[in-house]
């Protein structure tokens, strides 16, 4: 049995996910533009604000990340060649939407006159040229490595859109328009994921490395680690939200503590993985404790 490949006689329920992904995302169909205020822009120029520091990094931390899409796209294409056919339909698809993410974002940083727009463009090339460093190894680990790293790039923009709530609403907005995308993306690889582990529970196997591995396809950038404490310390994003409503959610939805692999290389990693589990639900709950007791003696 190969834990690698997807299993054929699934894809008729692949191919459900897929239409049900394309009916939804036609429901919410969108325009970038739509979400910039072109004509607020005319009668004020100064009708978006200047952007905190802290909200101008979360922005720009997104922005570089949605503009590595060509390299994104190659790489899934790759992982999904000889693959089911859905998978290939999907990742066009997927292409299509994501296309917008970058271009939003870029354009509302532009119009507002938020940031260093020559150091944007720079590191936009820096980020691009590097391409993405993708730990994927087979067509089951890039179905599981998607659906975490979907759900993470939702998640980040919701916490965004509570930061920038403040600041820009119409941001705000944006903001949580790209979150509905990325939920729909997330759904589709999430229950896809399920229907392995489902039909087949030594799935856990490769799905725990996977799980074990992950770096979001943003890590590469210049100064990622810089900029994932900022946002973990004073921004919305950091090791709780990515326990609580990243892993933590997903491990609930795979039912991952009830599966019962049968294969004992697949029974060990299920163990390995279950410690794993508890170790990074530790982790986030310390810093947190930590990071409200120093909000706390800043305030004081
Ligand atoms: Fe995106
Ligand atoms: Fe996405």
């Given at each position: 049995m190969s834990l690698a490949h997807l299993i054929p006689s699934l894809e008729p329920r692949i191919v459900e996910l897929y239409d049900k992904h394309r009916e939804r995302a036609t429901k919410i169909d969108w325009a970038y533009h739509e979400f910039l205020p072109l004509?607020?822009?005319?009668?004020?120029?100064?009708?978006?604000?200047?952007?905190?520091?802290?909200?101008?990094?979360?922005?720009?931390?997104?922005?570089?990340?949605?503009?590595?899409?060509?390299?994104?796209?190659?790489?899934?294409y790759a992982a999904f060649k000889g693959s089911l056919e859905v998978m290939v339909d999907f990742?066009?698809?997927?292409?299509?939407?994501?296309?917008?993410?970058?271009?939003?974002?870029?354009?509302?940083?532009?119009?507002?006159?938020?940031?260093?727009?020559?150091?944007?463009?720079?590191?936009?090339?820096?980020?691009?040229?590097?391409?993405?460093?993708?730990?994927?190894?087979?067509?089951?680990?890039?179905?599981?490595?998607?659906?975490?790293?979907?759900?993470?790039?939702?998640?980040?923009y919701l916490r965004t859109a509570e930061i920038a709530d403040n600041e820009d609403p119409m941001?705000?907005?944006?903001?949580?328009?790209?979150?509905?995308?990325?939920?729909?993306?997330?759904?589709?690889?999430?229950?896809?994921?399920?229907?392995?582990?489902?039909?087949?529970?030594?799935?856990?196997?490769?799905?725990?490395?996977?799980?074990?591995?992950?770096?979001?396809?943003g890590s590469g950038m210049p100064d990622y680690r810089e900029r994932a404490e900022l946002l973990a310390t004073e921004g919305n994003y950091g090791p709780y939200e990515y326990y609580t409503q990243v892993i933590d959610k997903l491990w609930k939805y795979w039912e991952i503590d009830k599966l019962a692999p049968d294969l004992t290389i697949a029974r060990e990693k299920h163990k390995e993985l279950i410690k794993y589990h508890q170790r990074l639900g530790r982790i986030a709950a310390r810093f947190k404790r930590n990071n409200d007791a120093e909000m706390q003696a800043a305030g004081d």
């Open positions: 004509d607020d822009l005319r009668n004020d120029p100064n009708r978006i604000p200047k952007l905190s520091n802290i909200v101008y990094a979360s922005v720009e931390t997104a922005l570089l990340t949605e503009v590595n899409l060509p390299w994104f796209t190659t790489h899934l990742v066009h698809t997927w292409t299509s939407e994501e296309d917008s993410h970058a271009l939003l974002l870029e354009t509302y940083l532009l119009l507002g006159d938020n940031g260093d727009h020559g150091r944007r463009a720079r590191l936009r090339r820096e980020v691009i040229r590097q391409g993405w460093a993708s730990t994927i190894e087979s067509h089951f680990q890039a179905i599981a490595y998607t659906a975490i790293q979907e759900l993470a790039t939702q998640i980040f941001l705000a907005k944006a903001l949580r328009r790209l979150a509905r995308d990325e939920t729909l993306h997330m759904a589709f690889y999430r229950d896809c994921v399920n229907l392995h582990l489902h039909a087949e529970p030594n799935y856990i196997y490769p799905l725990a490395d996977v799980m074990m591995k992950f770096e979001m396809p």
